[in-house]
């Protein structure tokens, strides 16, 4: 992530003046192919002798079970296909784009992102969610998958589980659906990414009709995986699965998924960089905590949206706390 220079000091701070995403190219439609023999399968291998190579998104831990994903199913499929230079390119504008979706999404509503992780987390462990405001994640994790999958409870809470799933439910919908803030130096607001649509159909838009249905069958094969061993692994329980809710539970995966990177891109290398920072400067351990303190409670205040007038405000308190040669080397990193 390239931060502007002035933004070095308060990345923390001013998320959301930095710039995070790139102006992706709109991906063109794909020609028309030409008359050809019968198609190789995009994922390509042998038929017979070498069946076990054939590519897919299935991989087990050592215990046997299935490796989760680290992207989202649709990325991991496309990028196990053949894909000419023109169609790659296409696919990684779209996937460009995504990702610039997800860190306007995280950048501009950290609070509800935050809360909303918690809330998703304390379902999960069965607790009662908190009626305090999330605290902005100055250090904290990301929300991960785990976080934002409910949990199966005892019949006596059962119903109040599900009804507050019920309403974690809809309010995940409704912060997909907002519409986030132009990128720095642009005017031009990206869409959302609910009305941006699942990523296997943005993607499709990019490939033939083969390529789509090779990459369909990838996501198809694991997220049935991934649901069928959710689904054995609470048949022990009080209230087993059923293999709509394991599907249900294997979609909140790949948005926890989803949630993780954008969060790790935005506040995760903000923080690097401040932490960067902080080197350069070679602080005395007194100063490094002054300084820490200044911009983290400014942080948990804002969520990472501080006004213009707040972050003046700390900058003018932090160079407070810097020496004469301190100064003159901070005032070289921001020019």
């Not at 087990?60 to 053949?82: M, N, Y």
């Not at 199966?152 to 599900?162: E, F, G, M, Y």
């Not at 706390?321 to 020019?335: C, G, N």
Request: no cysteine; glycine share 4%; hydrophobic share 40%.
């Amino acid at each position: 992530m390239n931060l502007r220079p002035t933004a070095i000091l308060f990345t923390l701070l001013a998320l959301s003046g930095t710039a995070l995403a790139t102006k992706p190219t709109p991906p063109t439609p794909p020609a028309p192919p030409a008359a050809q023999p019968p198609r190789e399968p995009s994922l390509g291998g042998p038929k017979v002798t070498e069946q076990a190579a054939k590519p897919t998104l299935i991989h087990r831990e050592l215990d046997g079970s299935i490796k989760r994903l680290d992207t989202a199913p649709a990325e991991a499929a496309v990028r196990l296909l053949k894909l000419d230079d023109a169609t790659r390119t296409k696919v990684d504008a779209i996937l460009t784009e995504q990702s610039a979706a997800w860190d306007a999404l995280i950048r501009t509503n950290l609070k509800d992102v935050a809360r909303l992780a918690q809330e998703f987390a304390d379902l999960r462990a069965g607790q009662a969610p908190s009626k305090e405001p999330a605290k902005a994640p100055s250090s904290a994790p990301a929300p991960d998958n785990d976080s934002m999958t409910a949990p199966t409870t005892p019949r006596t809470t059962r119903r109040a589980a599900l009804g507050k799933a019920a309403d974690l439910m809809r309010d995940l919908r409704e912060l997909l659906a907002r519409e986030p803030e132009a990128p720095p130096g642009t005017t031009e607001r990206p869409r959302s990414l609910t009305a941006r649509g699942p990523l296997a159909t943005q993607l499709a838009a990019g490939l033939t009709a083969a390529q789509a249905a090779d990459m369909n069958a990838l996501i198809k094969e694991y997220t049935d995986a991934r649901a069928a061993e959710l689904v054995t692994a609470s048949k022990s329980s009080p209230q087993p699965l059923t293999t709509a809710q394991a599907s249900t539970r294997v979609m909140l995966e790949s948005l926890g998924q989803d949630f993780r990177r954008a969060y790790d891109r935005v506040v995760g290398q903000a923080s690097r960089d401040f932490d960067a920072l902080i080197r350069e400067l070679t602080l005395t351990p007194e100063q490094e905590s002054r300084v820490r303190q200044i911009v983290g409670d400014s942080f948990q205040k804002s969520y990472g949206n501080a006004t213009a007038a707040e972050r003046s405000r700390i900058f003018t308190e932090v160079i407070q706390v810097l020496t004469p040669e301190q100064r003159t080397q901070l005032a070289k990193r921001i020019r």
